[in-house]
């Protein structure tokens, strides 16, 4: 017992993060956390003991939003059938509640379908926003013939048109839970930064400056076409 409490000890000297799933060490954690006293390693092993406690509640939870929003959520319902149209068909079997290992919050694979990253996205209007952006890509890919393996360009065009008609980067959203307080032009600089970022995460892309460069190449035309909507939505 002494011994493993020396190693919990030592290993909280150097990260912050004690070891344990006991109530007390949870606590002990989360006051470390919360002063300041974890550095980024710490920090990782705490949000992953976290994620593991967590994983099945998030994953039903996120099973649930996922019903909900097929039935009821304008947006959702909307482009489900405008994928319907180039006979796609994304549906409950092929939208999956997972957790990621990244602060991703989804993601889409032409094969696959959608992923929806269940630790991180916790509230249902976040969980809209994601399935939107992810369904702008499933209706991009079939509507223009998105090249994802191949042609950076497409990716980043559909990242920008992806954040732009999903809400993702509304006034609201940005001044509520990101911080961002301006009120000219933080549409645009939102979108872009989103897609410079998911640009950037492609692993042929050299980086910032090339992801920089992709969106820049293609902004005008990809920022102003709002299909399916006829203007942007939300």
């Given at each position: 017992?002494?011994?493993?409490?020396?190693?919990?000890?030592?290993?909280?000297?150097?990260?912050?993060?004690?070891?344990?799933?006991?109530?007390?060490?949870?606590?002990?954690?989360?006051?470390?956390?919360l002063l300041g006293r974890?550095?980024?390693?710490?920090?990782?092993?705490?949000?992953?003991?976290?994620?593991?406690?967590?994983?099945?509640?998030?994953?039903?939870?996120?099973?649930?939003?996922?019903?909900?929003?097929?039935?009821?959520?304008?947006?959702?319902?909307?482009?489900?059938?405008?994928?319907?149209?180039?006979?796609?068909?994304?549906?409950?079997?092929?939208?999956?509640?997972?957790?990621?290992?990244?602060?991703?919050?989804?993601?889409?694979?032409?094969?696959?379908?959608?992923?929806?990253?269940?630790?991180?996205?916790?509230?249902?209007?976040?969980?809209?926003?994601?399935?939107?952006?992810?369904?702008?890509?499933?209706?991009?890919?079939?509507?223009?013939?998105?090249?994802?393996?191949?042609?950076?360009?497409?990716?980043?065009?559909?990242?920008?048109?992806?954040?732009?008609?999903?809400?993702?980067?509304?006034?609201?959203?940005?001044?509520?839970?990101?911080?961002?307080?301006?009120?000219?032009?933080?549409?645009?600089?939102c979108v872009r930064m989103?897609?410079?970022?998911?640009?950037?995460?492609?692993?042929?892309?050299?980086?910032?400056?090339?992801?920089?460069?992709?969106?820049?190449?293609?902004?005008?035309?990809?920022?102003?076409?709002?299909?399916?909507?006829?203007?942007?939505?939300?």
């Amino acid at each position: 017992m002494a011994t493993n409490e020396a190693s919990r000890i030592n290993a909280a000297t150097n990260t912050g993060y004690l070891h344990g799933d006991d109530s007390t060490t949870r606590w002990r954690n989360t006051f470390s956390l919360l002063l300041g006293r974890m550095d980024e390693e710490g920090k990782a092993r705490y949000i992953k003991a976290r994620d593991d406690r967590f994983e099945e509640a998030d994953c039903n939870r996120c099973d649930k939003y996922k019903e909900q929003l097929l039935v009821y959520s304008p947006v959702i319902r909307f482009l489900r059938q405008k994928i319907n149209d180039f006979g796609g068909d994304i549906n409950s079997e092929n939208i999956h509640c997972k957790r990621c290992h990244s602060m991703q919050s989804g993601g889409f694979d032409p094969n696959y379908g959608i992923q929806i990253c269940a630790n991180t996205v916790k509230d249902k209007s976040r969980m809209e926003d994601t399935l939107a952006h992810e369904m702008v890509h499933a209706y991009d890919t079939l509507r223009f013939k998105i090249n994802w393996e191949g042609n950076l360009r497409h990716a980043a065009c559909t990242e920008i048109r992806a954040s732009t008609l999903s809400g993702e980067c509304r006034w609201r959203r940005n001044f509520f839970t990101r911080g961002q307080r301006k009120l000219v032009g933080q549409h645009q600089e939102c979108v872009r930064m989103r897609a410079m970022l998911s640009v950037m995460a492609r692993p042929t892309c050299k980086g910032p400056e090339h992801a920089a460069k992709l969106v820049n190449e293609v902004w005008e035309d990809c920022y102003r076409d709002t299909r399916p909507f006829d203007e942007i939505y939300r």
